[in-house]
């Protein structure tokens, strides 16, 4: 039995033309077994309205944000998707997104199991192939995964419920008004029992229909709202769960990439090919379009091969550039701030932040497998984007896309990285030339100097204030371009009439969707410019929102200390929304916000919106010489975060314990954009290699308390939670840096002018040795 979803049908009791908020359509679709589906009409969204003494206009973002456009993208296709009950009794659903650790699989399976009151453990979610029919609907990005399909995959659950129960009521001679059902088993007033797997082929439609359902009130959910373990959790620790690296296709051997010494160089010519293909465990060495490929019996054999390559590399796209060089590019992009300083009428606070590069390498390195054929390809990844993957893969192998079938696997991290599938076209085009399946792994070196990487950008600031109130807010933020050659830009073009936000590029577009302030701060104005398209740059966790967040929580302290006010009572005053207020409030309660602490030592807290969702964020850190001249081997150490408090009202929570474990990661994130993590570039290449010199928060470093408080729903709908706590955790631990040091921080990281504190790894060869000494490490 197989079920689909459908357009929302009339409200009992709704005025005529209206939309119902419960009542929907659904397909019943012709097949061996019971299958159900759904599809969903527009949403009309608006802004919520606030009071201050020198109100904001509300921002594009405020009206219609990316995740709105998202959720409309996906509407067209939303009948596409399916749940399918099986004569075991389990429903099964293929989500056309990518799990790759943020829980989705879980939450969607919460959202089946409540509408069939089907226990958890009778839910199968697994990862959809690339579906070209779907459209926009197989893009997983923007935290939008669970506010798009909340109601499609509910109400292909209902139309389900409701066939089996049509289908145990002609079974058992009984009205369907006696029948119950509850864990999978329908139950008659006399006691008849009837499972879901017993049902399921007698549900089965032999033509395909439309029916009418209606959802669960959210008073009678039990299992939406309620913390749940992960659905893969047992598998993830007991080492059964299956990334690419571990599907087993025939033949595909270890293969890895000689890259270039400088950003996307290029390969002139290779001195000693046969010589390597001489090696041992050797079968295959190529040039490609972005290095030399090797192909072997295992990866150590090929990065032995890689190392012996004698490659005479071409210039690439960032030669020569530096932390430097870019930030003089940044500086003469830059857009004039408007607002002029008037010392005579106003008082200003005026700012320039930059943040440096940071690495989007996630804990699983890029990887891919690919099979080609002279007719045909088959490839496995880890796709964010596969439509775009199977359509571009298809293009350079000059086969139609039908011809190209991709698998997308499950993915340990991403935050954005990937939405590119380089891995699945570069392993394509190697398998294509050496005529043989191909196991692709990058090495984590080539992830940190010739991956995706979130870009270097600046943040110009001028706040102006007169009589204790704030009159104009103007931030120009100015970044090396961000790539959004991943499905966003087909996105945007197709929901173009619908933006409030003008004839913009794809990038201010992005910029003006996702960027607010929550503040009332008078005339306000958040710009976009971009230079340098020469990097490998992606929407890395939150996009441009940490930044941009950063550098306005930090001027609101300021003016919170200019103006001789406190800045929790500060930001309470001009927050627009009265959800942001309750965040705030509830931070600085538990928090304990103004207490006293030891000289060295320092309160931080920040607001922030974003998809409809709310965090406030309250940090506490020790920058006392004792804790930052800590010393651990091989590592830094520096400023520790020592106490955090989260608070995140993301409407209504699908799974609270899943959105705790997103809330804590991207606490996590902030602290390391704030403190430790940055690229260093120089001559063209970045000198860090690899995580042991990428500094990530480490243990040492992580908050010894931490507290994340899910507030009660506020909406009948989830809101995005995915990026959310980055940019308040980021800005609340700057502005905690600020008071415990008694200077505003403008750099970020803030150990980035400091000495390395490691010996850079050679560019040539590309990859070190494989260690021999893990041992030594082991702390």
């Not at 701030?337 to 690495?359: G, W, Y």
């Not at 930090?554 to 930001?571: N, S, W």
């Not at 939670?721 to 600020?738: D, F, K, N, Q, S």
């Amino acid at each position: 039995m197989e079920v689909h979803s459908s357009s929302p049908g009339p409200e009992a009791g709704a005025a005529p033309g209206g939309i119902g908020r419960r009542r929907f359509l659904g397909y019943v679709l012709a097949g061996s077994t019971l299958t159900v589906a759904a599809q969903l009409g527009d949403a009309v969204l608006a802004p919520a309205e606030a009071g201050a003494v020198v109100p904001s206009v509300p921002g594009p973002s405020e009206i219609y944000d990316l995740n709105d456009m998202l959720t409309h993208a996906a509407l067209p296709t939303a009948n596409l998707i399916s749940i399918r009950i099986d004569s075991d009794g389990t429903a099964s659903l293929a989500l056309p997104r990518a799990e790759v650790g943020q829980g989705i699989t879980t939450s969607s399976a919460m959202l089946i199991a409540e509408e069939l009151d089907l226990p958890l453990d009778k839910v199968k979610v697994t990862l959809a192939d690339a579906r070209p029919e779907l459209l926009f609907n197989q893009l997983t990005g923007g935290s939008n995964t669970t506010i798009s399909t909340f109601t499609p995959i509910r109400v292909a659950a209902a139309v389900a419920r409701g066939r089996l129960l049509e289908a145990a009521a002609l079974e058992l001679g009984e009205a369907i008004g006696t029948l119950t059902a509850k864990a999978g088993v329908i139950t008659s007033a006399t006691g008849l029992r009837l499972t879901y797997g017993e049902l399921a082929l007698k549900a089965a439609a032999v033509t395909t229909s439309q029916v009418s359902v209606t959802l669960k009130k959210s008073s009678e959910f039990s299992i939406i709202g309620t913390g749940r373990r992960r659905i893969d959790a047992l598998d993830a620790v007991t080492g059964r769960k299956t990334f690419a690296m571990d599907v087993q296709v025939p033949d595909a051997l270890a293969t890895m990439v000689c890259r270039p010494p400088t950003i996307n160089g290029t390969v002139r010519s290779v001195e000693n090919l046969d010589e390597v293909r001489a090696m041992p465990g050797i079968t295959d060495v190529v040039r490609i379009s972005s290095g030399v490929a090797v192909r072997g019996r295992t990866f150590g054999q090929c990065i032995d091969a890689i190392r012996a390559l004698d490659v005479d590399w071409g210039p690439g796209t960032a030669e020569g550039t530096s932390d430097a060089t870019i930030a003089q590019k940044l500086r003469r992009a830059e857009l004039p701030l408007v607002v002029p300083s008037l010392p005579l009428l106003t008082k200003a606070v005026d700012a320039r932040f930059t943040f440096h590069f940071a690495s989007n390498s996630a804990l699983e390195t890029n990887c891919a497998i690919a099979d080609v054929r002279d007719d045909s390809a088959e490839i496995w990844a880890s796709l964010k984007s596969p439509i775009v993957a199977q359509e571009q893969i298809a293009l350079r192998l000059g086969l139609p896309p039908t011809a190209v079938k991709v698998h997308v696997t499950q993915g340990g991290g991403s935050f954005g990285r990937k939405l590119f599938h380089d891995a699945a076209a570069e392993a394509a085009e190697i398998s294509r030339a050496v005529g043989k399946p191909v196991k692709l792994m990058w090495h984590r070196t080539d992830d940190f100097r010739q991956g995706r990487t979130h870009p270097m950008s600046t943040s110009r600031v001028r706040a102006t204030y007169a009589l204790g109130e704030v009159l104009t807010y103007e931030q120009r933020h100015t970044s090396v371009a961000t790539d959004f050659g991943h499905g966003l830009g087909e996105i945007i073009t197709s929901q173009a009439a619908r933006l409030p936000v003008g004839d913009l590029t794809f990038s201010e577009t992005v910029f003006q969707l996702t960027q607010q302030s929550p503040y009332h701060f008078g005339v306000t104005t958040q710009l976009l410019s971009e230079t340098d398209k020469g990097f490998n740059t992606g929407s890395m966790r939150n996009i441009y929102s940490p930044n941009v967040r950063c550098a306005q929580e930090l001027i609101v302290d300021e003016l919170a200390k200019r103006m001789g006010k406190d800045a929790c009572a500060f930001r309470r005053r001009h927050l627009k929304d009265e959800r942001a207020r309750a965040v705030l409030d509830k931070v600085a309660e538990v928090g304990g916000w103004g207490r006293a602490l030891p000289a060295g030592m320092g309160q931080g807290i920040a607001v922030h919106p974003e998809y409809h969702a709310f965090v406030a964020v309250l940090a506490e850190i020790d920058c006392r010489p004792q804790t930052t001249g800590r010393q651990i081997p091989h590592a830094y150490t520096g400023p520790r975060v020592t106490k955090v408090v989260c608070a995140v009202d993301a409407g209504l929570a699908v799974n609270p314990r899943g959105l705790e474990a997103q809330m804590m990661g991207g606490i996590m994130d902030g602290i390391a954009l704030t403190l430790t993590s940055g690229l260093h570039l120089e001559d063209g290449h970045f000198l860090e290699s690899s995580w042991d010199n990428y500094f990530y928060t480490r243990q040492w470093n992580t908050p010894p308390e931490l507290e994340i408080v899910v507030m009660p729903p506020t909406t009948g709908t989830p809101g995005g939670a995915g990026e959310l706590a980055v940019a308040g955790a980021m800005a609340a631990v700057a502005c905690a840096y600020g008071r415990a040091t008694g200077r505003m921080p403008t750099t970020f990281p803030v150990n980035h002018g400091e000495p390395l504190g490691f010996e850079p790894l050679p560019t040539t060869p590309p990859v070190p040795a494989s260690p021999t000494d893990g041992l030594d490490h082991v702390r």
